[in-house]
DNA sequence: CTGTGTGCAAACATTTTGCAAGCAG
DNA sequence: CTGCTTGCAAAATGTTTGCACACAG
């Protein structure tokens, strides 16, 4: 939860990306951003259009929800991930860079960063002179909690 | 392209596995598997199934090779991976561990590995009381060939 | 007003499933 | 023979697109 910047920051945002790029404020995309700021960390477009239909009186189209998805992922604003067999998520977009690790049985996602690792990640890139541009790390696994229950 | 097994290994690995759960040796089965190891490295159902029906005379369905994908993958014998953009791919899995550098701009996978890395992931697992069941990790960006062409 | 945005339904792409016929054991 | 396998087509998912109307600027 711990967003680095509150909501009416990320929305001024938003508000510039759509003026730079001619595109117009309507309801429904503040309704989408709204729910991708106070939804959980990670959601699919399908949780996420179901969450708002739960939420707000608004019916937003499937449509609508991938539509306005793509655009925030291509200005930087949410980040798409693919969880494997849980297929493909997206997150809110403004935190500083983090892994992820994941419960494979209940499916919670806990995040992560180790300097030490993003460090030596840019050593090998180097060695085989490619340009890193992002990364993924993933690391699959039980849970504390699945661990206790599960026995 | 360094296999750990040669084919006749991993085929009778393959004639175990079935015997062990009662299935049946099929030509099908066969086909696919020779695919799969003769084939490249990572692939999709679909490029697999393409190529079989480019490479041998039989006419593989698309379901028997999603079928029989997932057998392997249930055995170990194949893994899974998503890549993101590029979807979810399959690699031949009789090779150590290793894992990923993904050029955005030709697709090439380049394989690699790291101890420390490895290591260091290990301890972040731990010291989240999370037991590690696999992990991944892709780094993405452009090789060094797409570099020197783009410029 | 003009052009972008929206909902809806149809179109797609990918993967799974039901079924009758085929074939391994 | 028996029951697992297969191919085919239909179904189920997940995502994208075309279109006419709605609406922000």
Redesign the pocket.
């Known amino acids: 939860m711990n967003k680095a910047v509150d909501y009416e920051t990320y929305l001024d945002q938003f508000k510039e990306v759509?003026r730079k790029n001619?595109?117009?404020?309507?309801?429904?995309?503040e309704t989408i951003l709204d729910a991708i700021y106070h939804y959980d960390t990670h959601f699919?477009?399908?949780s996420l259009h179901k969450k708002i239909q739960e939420l707000s009186e608004?019916?937003?189209?499937?449509?609508?929800v991938?539509?306005?998805l793509?655009l925030l992922e291509h200005e930087g604003m949410v980040t798409s991930i693919s969880f494997g067999v849980n297929?493909?998520k997206y997150e809110f977009g403004e935190k500083e860079h983090h892994d992820h690790m994941i419960c494979d049985q209940c499916g919670t996602i806990i995040e992560f960063h180790d300097e030490q690792i993003e460090k030596l990640q840019e050593k090998v890139a180097k060695s085989h002179n490619f340009k890193t541009t992002d990364h993924i790390m993933q690391i699959h696994g039980i849970c504390a909690e699945c661990q206790a229950k599960g026995k």
């Open positions: 759509l001619n595109l117009k404020y309507t309801k429904q995309r699919s477009p399908e608004e019916k937003i189209g499937i449509a609508t991938y539509r306005t793509s297929g493909k």
